[in-house]
């Protein structure tokens, strides 16, 4: 399970590129495929975009000398495939120059119709360099530059296509932020001394002692030009009318519930949420939806810490670290032999045996997608003789993918979608497994308008599924 994206902008700050480098660095849980980094140095835009991990791609020559500017913007990406040279073409922000004006957009979510609107653009005779969206956005902004001022061609923009978006812009000197009408990701806006700063979390405005102001509003377009809030200009978005017409009944927003269960870290607030109370509070709720007899409670790391400690302090069962990962390990190394295959699990995650052996274990995790690292673990719990395995799950079966840029499996890969919790317990060689309810859920959080349609199929956007 992967979230597509991270983003960040910094205004008319010395240390831009320096700064944009640490605010995609505290977001690098939101994409390790690729990143990069444009600044606007006055004259002309300056870019450095590569797959890979963002301490592996900038050096301090990139951020003193290269990347010279005060403007800048940046993006983590999270993408399909191998970090290879056709990978490179797809990391962004993506940069383009027309008549004068230099464009760089970074994106974060999905658009959905985006395979009709590339085909309508290259009958046009527009050629495509890559398959990211930030790239379409940048053709459909450009296409109605000559006919109208950026801000109009920007909500031109947003009024042809359908999906989940929030963007940032760097258009020359000026910074923009925009979020879809419902709002399904995250965009936030902060202050650094003077300077006006944008991130998908607030983790990034904590390690950069940046002040936190507001939210990017939903179906808002943020135009910044200036220090002062009278600078800062806020147009709405022209929503496309086949997505307003998907459903007539969606009131509100729809933001992306999975943010608070699993992507966003737990030191951010997103949705006027602090993330780790959410989690700490599922595990809460879990503890009274399903008690069981056990010995202790324990997390799955990294994921399953914050709702395990509501669990346990619930419960009144002992909390224990019974699995210790290992920090020091990357996203690739050396690939196991066929006889094997569960050592991609355990290079990361080692139980201690002696917390283990004889005892009735509550293990406690965001979710169950496919099964398969959740029955390798348990199979490793059993061998270490584990007594009784129970197992709680801080949000409902997951039995709808995602279109909204969740890199969730195929509905048949989901194995919620095809077998019942007796069956899913069963064959994850479970004595128990308790999902949270839907009420559970949004009883543990205190902002409301979320998009569930991955637990209840309830699409509030047109996905042409």
């Not at 052996?357 to 509550?362: A, D, E, F, P, S």
């Not at 497994?433 to 509030?460: I, N, Q, R, T, W």
Request: hydrophobic share 40%; charged share 20%; glycine share 8%.
């Amino acid at each position: 399970m992967k979230e597509h994206c991270g983003l960040f902008g910094i205004y008319k700050h010395a240390d831009a590129a320096r700064l944009t480098y640490f605010g995609l660095y505290a977001q690098q849980h939101r994409g390790q495929e690729g990143a990069g980094i444009v600044t606007w140095d006055g004259s002309k835009m300056r870019d450095k975009v590569s797959p890979g991990l963002v301490h592996d791609i900038f050096n301090e020559q990139d951020l003193s000398t290269k990347l010279v500017g005060d403007t800048a913007i940046g993006h983590v990406r999270y993408g399909s495939g191998p970090s290879s040279a056709a990978a490179a073409r797809e990391s962004e922000p993506f940069l383009v120059r027309r008549n004068g004006l230099q464009l760089a957009i970074a994106h974060n979510g999905a658009i959905l119709n985006g395979r009709q609107l590339r085909k309508e653009l290259e009958n046009q005779g527009a050629i495509f360099y890559s398959s990211t969206d930030s790239e379409l956005f940048a053709h459909l902004i450009v296409r109605n530059l000559d006919k109208m001022g950026l801000e109009e061609s920007i909500r031109a923009a947003c009024a042809k296509v359908i999906g989940a978006y929030s963007i940032v812009i760097l258009a020359n000197d000026v910074l923009i932020a925009l979020r879809d009408p419902l709002g399904v990701r995250p965009l936030c806006l902060g202050k650094l001394g003077n300077s006006p700063v944008i991130a998908s979390e607030t983790c990034a405005f904590d390690l950069l002692e940046a002040e936190f102001i507001r939210f990017v509003r939903p179906g808002e377009i943020l135009v910044i030009k200036g220090f002062e809030e009278s600078c800062m200009q806020s147009y709405p978005i022209m929503q496309n009318p086949s997505a307003q017409a998907c459903n007539p009944d969606w009131q509100g927003t729809a933001h992306c519930i999975f943010e608070l269960v699993y992507f966003a870290r737990p030191d951010s607030t997103i949705f006027n949420q602090n993330v780790y109370m959410a989690r700490k509070n599922m595990g809460i709720a879990l503890a009274k939806e399903a008690p069981v007899e056990a010995d202790l409670v324990m997390p799955f790391p990294d994921s399953g810490v914050y709702c395990a400690v509501g669990y346990a302090q619930a419960s009144g069962l002992p909390y224990e670290h019974a699995l210790i990962r290992n920090h020091y390990v990357g996203r690739t190394f050396i690939q196991p032999t066929q006889d094997m295959r569960d050592f991609s699990v355990r290079v990361k995650l080692n139980p201690v045996q002696n917390v283990i052996k004889g005892k009735r274990i509550v293990i406690v995790d965001d979710s169950i997608v496919r099964g398969t690292t959740m029955r390798i673990r348990v199979k490793k719990l059993r061998e270490l003789g584990a007594k009784e395995i129970h197992c709680r799950i801080s949000c409902p079966p997951v039995r709808h993918p995602c279109f909204y840029g969740v890199d969730f499996a195929s509905r048949g890969e989901l194995i919620a979608s095809k077998y019942s919790k007796e069956e899913v317990a069963k064959s994850l060689g479970l004595d128990s497994l308790h999902h949270l309810s839907l009420e559970g859920m949004l009883s543990s959080v205190v902002s409301s308008g979320f998009c569930l349609a991955c637990f209840d199929g309830k699409y509030p956007i047109p996905t042409g599924a």
